[in-house]
């Protein structure tokens, strides 16, 4: 049996994140690679959030909601375009797709969420993480987790 597996070429796991994939910055999402992806999934979902920011903010930010994603793909190229069939959610910064770290008091630790799914989910374009996660209930097969670091 393999194990899910979530890396990225621009950081490693509790590493600093690249000041280009920040909010101020270039705002573009890191490049991902999956390994072990379970055979009988049939679509991968994405979830990168901020759970740092419950203090300053009140809540855990969602920077990245995305599903259907083919369990086939091997990767997630950086400043990724999805095509049509994979769905993309209203992050908390009110816009669709992907928006970077942007801590507002001090260094913060974001999770990239990557999850194995039986089946995929129909879900709208204003969907947020609790949304997929309940919609990914009962068909989640294996989840793993990629953490970085952005600083102020």
């Known amino acids: 049996m ?5 890396t990225s ?3 490693g796991d509790g590493d600093r994140i690249p000041d280009r994939y ?11 690679k999956f390994g072990g992806v379970p055979d009988e999934a049939d679509a991968l979902a994405l979830v990168v959030d901020d759970p740092d920011a ?15 994603i083919s369990s086939d793909r091997e990767e997630i190229p950086e400043d990724w375009d999805p095509d049509a069939d994979v769905g993309e959610g209203t992050n908390d910064f009110g816009e669709r797709g992907y928006g970077g770290p942007n801590p507002p008091d001090r260094e913060h630790t974001y999770r990239f969420r990557l999850f194995a799914l039986e089946s995929s989910l129909d879900l709208g374009s204003e969907a947020d993480a609790d949304d997929l996660e309940s919609a990914a209930e009962g ?3 294996e989840t793993t987790t990629l953490e970085g670091t952005y600083p102020v």
């Open 2 to 6: 393999t194990t899910l597996t979530l």
């Open 9 to 11: 070429s621009a950081f």
């Open 22 to 32: 920040g909010y101020g910055e270039s705002n573009v999402n890191p490049p991902l």
């Open 54 to 68: 419950v203090d300053p903010v009140g809540k855990v930010w969602e920077h990245w909601i995305v599903w259907n």
């Open 139 to 141: 068909r989640v097969i």
